[in-house]
């Protein structure tokens, strides 16, 4: 059994672009902080939302309707989309890093599948919709997921 679910995000705009360089030190911080805001945003919207946890598989597609009608490529959205397909995981609890002994922070996440792998979920290229006049820009997720089979009464 398939189920379905639209998560409206609350930005105009994409908050994370593939062409945003992060060459300064201070460019690295505000991605990372946007990534960390994206994965909250998601985390409470799928809470509210009331989306199941443990399911077996989720695809996980982003929408985009951009204020205008500029050219604009779907390859710059994965930059948002990967923070949103993580939020839906489990999470990661705090951590020393083996590599460098400093501690790594926990990362939030929703636990609606294990992991953002292939096994758990799909994420098809983002679609941008044309523009609507007068409409602001929007963002949102399409959800559909499978429960595992013991879950879904299917022997």
């Known amino acids: 059994m398939n189920n379905t ?35 909250e945003d998601i985390c409470r919207l799928a809470t509210i939302a009331w989306l199941p946890r443990g399911v077996d598989h989720v695809t996980v597609q982003l ?3 951009p204020r ?3 050219v604009r490529d779907t390859d710059n959205l ?10 839906l995981t489990v999470g990661k609890p705090a951590s020393i890093s083996r590599r460098t002994k400093r501690p790594v922070p926990a990362q939030i996440g ?5 992991d953002d792998s292939p096994r758990w979920m799909a994420k098809p290229e983002p679609i941008i919709h044309e523009a609507v006049k007068g409409e602001p ?3 949102w997720l399409e959800l559909s997921w499978r429960y595992p089979a013991e879950l879904a009464g299917v022997s």
């Not at 929703?110 to 294990?114: A, D, H, K, L």
């Open 63 to 65: 929408h985009y309707r």
């Open 78 to 87: 994965w930059a948002t989309l990967k923070p949103a397909c993580d939020a």
């Open 110 to 114: 929703y636990g609606m599948v294990q």
């Open 5 to 39: 679910a639209l998560l409206p995000l609350p930005y105009t705009r994409p908050p994370l672009s593939m062409n945003d360089s992060g060459a300064s030190r201070g460019a690295a911080f505000a991605k990372a902080r946007a990534r960390k805001q994206i994965r």
């Open 137 to 139: 820009g929007a963002l």
């Open 68 to 70: 205008d009608n500029r």
